[in-house]
């Protein structure tokens, strides 16, 4: 399941494309079947020396449903919304 975000260096402001894949982690047993989760990251090298990052996790609860991204995070880096 790829995710793809523009991202905006913090340190030199230079944009990036950056694609984070997620990958299976496992599930929990609840009331309504199984909580599939799922995580993926991903890590860029900026033409400035920092490292950029995503991480992302994410459920899919109930089976069938759309997958729900309830954690988010991007370091040294910042999401340009197009
Ligand atoms: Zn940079």
Redesign the pocket.
């Known amino acids: 399941m790829p995710f793809n975000y523009e991202v905006k260096?913090?340190?030199?402001?230079?944009t990036h494309h950056m694609h984070v894949e997620l990958d299976y982690q496992g599930s929990d047993e609840r009331e309504m079947g199984p909580e599939q989760f799922y995580y993926g990251e991903a890590e860029l090298n900026?033409?400035?020396?920092?490292v950029?990052k995503i991480v992302i996790e994410a459920s899919e609860y109930p089976e069938g449903a759309d997958l729900e991204i309830y954690n988010i995070d991007f370091e040294?880096?910042t999401r340009v919304m197009s």
Request: overall charge positive; glycine content about 14%; hydrophobic content about 20%.
């Open positions: 260096c913090k340190v030199c402001g230079k900026c033409a400035c020396g920092k950029l040294n880096c």
